[in-house]
């Protein structure tokens, strides 16, 4: 399967697929403890500022510049 052939409906569902996959696996994701507390502190930042940081488009502008 080539992605780029494939409709943007059809990218979707494909990563819907995906995600789903692992969600139904999360249990064998192996994430340390330091990822988890990084989580954590990423997600209590954001309740605390709602910054939802930058767009695709702004990142991928900045890293094009580079």
Not at 8 to 31: P, R, Y
């Amino acid at each position: 399967m080539k992605i780029q052939e494939l409709s943007n409906a059809e990218k979707v569902i494909l990563a819907q697929e995906l995600w789903d996959s692992v969600i139904i696996n999360q249990q064998a994701l192996d994430v340390t403890r330091e990822q988890i507390d990084e989580l954590d502190q990423r997600l209590a930042q954001f309740e605390t500022d709602g910054n939802l940081g930058s767009s695709w488009s702004e990142v991928k502008g900045r890293v094009l510049k580079s």
